[in-house]
């Protein structure tokens, strides 16, 4: 008797399963795609206040489910083409269609290119039309298959690129309401991985991340790259619960290789040694200006032994007179080496380096720690030594202007009082550089000068340039 029920059971289920195939199929027989696809295109341009053209018919499936995909997918304003797919493939759920309603459940976006250009502060190429309530959401699945990005910022002519990249969500679902209502009650799950991510002169390869999130709150972790021979790891959370978003950022690249770094900002440069960089960084803001304008936190530099062939420092600073034929700036590169060096130092050709007096020069140990305040990096304790002399820097750096805030570069004695001392101002691409400074006309050497200091041979008092951690030669 029960073996006969349950037959009837598996007959009953099949039959139904078929009437169910069959019944889509007609359905999908029915569908008019030059229709649909019109839709489509109007429903899209409406959403991004953009023209958006579908180059193919419209395909349907059924054989893993019911799906449609879009094929040469375009988006453009003014002419200006703004993101582009391969294709977009979207699966539907059965029984919601049979109903009558279109429920996605899955999403592959394969090979799209989107390209976003800020003007000015606040505008960019995708802003749409006012926003509206948005209907809850439930995705099964969300993947982006070999992607490329590209942010283009106008005003400051600084951009990056992301390349070959690859995107699986899963179990995304928010509540509804306005954007900033249905951002608290997002989540979602999942994994991303980019071949490259670059900017300028940076660049960054097997970069990766874990995606957990609920309630708005989404902890990238780790995260993960490769930039200068180092390994970089860290963590951010961004909490997009409130009306103004939150973001927090830990992150370190151990042991990148200085040469790697040095030669970026001149390819004929030579250098050794390793360099570890720490960032912490706290921000908050609806717009990327606002997030640069509210950051805090620290960034911190470090090193052993440093070598920079064809140029030797301490044979340069033995006779004061030298110091008018190069720029200590050149040499304060080091200070500030790194992926945050290369955007402070975008625009600036490091030339000086090259033109010493041949040789190398060794730097036993480096320390550069910088508090971040309101988008601006404040020197803490910035300096670094030779086997005869000590070099320091102060000032600021201000990323939410692109500016150096009165940053000197300095030669100090013994008692950390500056010989020698050159100042930078300015726009990071075009730098107003001082000619270096000697601050005490003395007929001897120059190291004697740094040896004994410069109350011992003036017999008078002077101001203080650096009172950081970093001990005399």
């Known amino acids: 008797m029960m073996a006969t029920r349950i037959r009837m059971a598996i007959v009953i289920v099949s039959v139904l399963a078929a009437l169910l195939i069959a019944a889509v199929l007609v359905a999908w027989l029915l569908v008019d795609t030059d229709q649909v696809k019109k839709r489509i295109e109007a429903g899209l341009s409406d959403i991004t206040n953009m023209d958006v053209q579908i180059g193919q018919p419209l395909r ?16 453009s304003r003014q002419g200006q083409v703004v993101a582009t797919a391969e294709s977009v493939s979207v699966g539907l759920a059965t029984f919601s269609l049979l109903t009558g309603n279109v429920h996605p459940i899955d999403l592959h976006i394969k090979q799209p290119e989107l390209v976003i250009k800020r003007s000015s502060p606040g505008v960019f190429n995708i802003d ?9 959401l439930s995705l099964r699945r969300l993947r982006v298959s070999d992607a490329r990005f590209t942010y283009i910022d106008q005003t400051s002519e600084m951009g990056w690129l992301f390349e ?9 679902h928010h509540n509804g309401g306005m954007p900033d209502q249905a951002l608290a009650s997002l989540a979602a799950e999942g994994d991303l991985q980019c071949d490259t991510l670059s900017q300028s002169r940076f660049k960054a390869s097997d970069f990766s991340m874990k995606v957990r999130g609920d309630s708005g709150v989404f902890t990238l972790k780790p995260v993960k790259a ?29 042991e990148f290789d200085f040469g790697a770094f040095m030669g970026k900002l001149n390819p004929d440069q030579a250098a050794t040694g390793n360099v570890d960089l720490e960032l912490s960084l706290n921000a908050q803001g609806n717009t990327w200006q606002e997030l640069r304008n509210s950051a805090t936190g620290m960034l911190s530099l470090s090193s052993g032994e440093l070598t920079i062939d064809g140029y030797d420092l301490d044979d340069e600073l033995a006779d004061y007179t030298k110091t008018q034929n190069f720029n200590l700036i050149d040499v304060g590169a080091v200070f500030i080496a790194g992926p945050v060096g290369l955007v402070v130092t975008r625009g600036y050709a490091f030339t000086g380096v090259l ?7 060794t730097i036993d140990q480096m320390i550069s720690e910088w508090v ?11 300096a670094f030594r030779t086997p005869q002399n000590r070099l320091a820097l102060t000032g600021a750096l201000d990323f939410v202007n692109y500016r ?13 009082c500056a010989v020698v001392e050159q100042r930078i101002t300015g726009p990071f691409h075009e730098p107003e550089i001082e000619r270096p400074n000697v601050l005490v006309a003395v ?9 004994r200091g410069v109350r011992a041979i003036t017999g008078g008092d002077c101001e203080t340039f650096y009172t950081g951690s970093m001990p005399h030669p």
């Open 60 to 75: 349907f499936g059924l054989l893993q489910g019911p799906s449609v995909t879009i094929a040469e997918l375009e988006l």
């Open 128 to 136: 749409g039309t006012d926003p509206e309530e948005l209907d809850a």
């Open 164 to 172: 070959h990249c690859d995107l699986e969500l899963r179990n995304i």
């Open 226 to 254: 490769t930039a200068f021979e180092g390994e970089a790891s860290g963590w951010i959370e961004a909490d997009l619960s409130s009306r103004t978003p939150a973001l927090r950022l830990e992150y370190g690249l151990a």
């Open 355 to 361: 033109q010493g007096s041949g040789g190398s020069t």
């Open 372 to 382: 971040i305040e309101g988008g601006v990096a404040q020197a803490r304790d910035v």
């Open 404 to 416: 150096f805030q009165d940053m000197q570069v300095a030669v100090i004695d013994s008692d950390g």
């Open 443 to 451: 007929t001897g050497p120059m190291l004697d000068l740094v040896k």
